[in-house]
């Protein structure tokens, strides 16, 4: 069971996570390209529809991974409680910053006709912050410290 639950966890961080660090680091040049066309705002309104979905999605890997860690019996090792930790602050970058900030550039979009470069240097740091999180993220659970696989 513990091996399906890792890899259950290991797939919904591929395929949920992955798309919203792809497309939250796209939209900021993205939006700062769109021409002020509804057609010319569909990418941006793609990237921001992908995020939101699949940021919903990835509710499932923190889930996945505490279902994981209890089979596992590594709930309390402070690995996993340190990956834990980044996981919460990495969604709450994301539900605080990233989302409502890509909604504020998209209706500026739309309603201003552009955006200014300046209105997109906040979302990139967030962004990058985000994305960073889950890069130590990642690497607590690969190199888990005091794991028994040897790396």
């Not at 949920?16 to 939250?24: F, L, Q, S």
């Not at 509804?38 to 499932?60: F, K, N, P």
């Not at 990233?98 to 550039?105: A, T, Y």
């Not at 979009?109 to 990642?138: D, I, S």
Request: charged fraction near 10%; proline fraction near 5%; hydrophobic fraction near 55%.
């Amino acid at each position: 069971m513990t091996k399906f639950l890792l890899a259950l966890h290991v797939l919904a961080a591929i395929v949920a996570v992955g798309p919203v660090t792809v497309a939250a680091s796209m939209f900021p040049p993205a939006v700062r390209r769109a021409p002020a066309t509804e057609a010319g705002s569909g990418t941006v309104r793609l990237l921001h529809r992908i995020c939101r979905v699949y940021a919903g999605v990835g509710i499932a890997v923190p889930a996945l991974g505490l279902a994981t860690g209890a089979a596992m019996g590594v709930l309390g090792d402070a690995w996993l409680t340190t990956s834990m930790v980044l996981t919460a602050v990495a969604g709450g970058v994301l539900a605080a910053f990233v989302l409502p900030r890509q909604g504020e550039l998209l209706d500026e979009l739309t309603e201003q006709g552009g955006v200014e470069r300046a209105g997109t240097v906040r979302l990139a740091m967030f962004t990058g912050v985000f994305n960073l999180l889950w890069a130590t993220v990642t690497v607590l659970m690969i190199v888990r410290p005091g794991s028994t696989t040897g790396a």
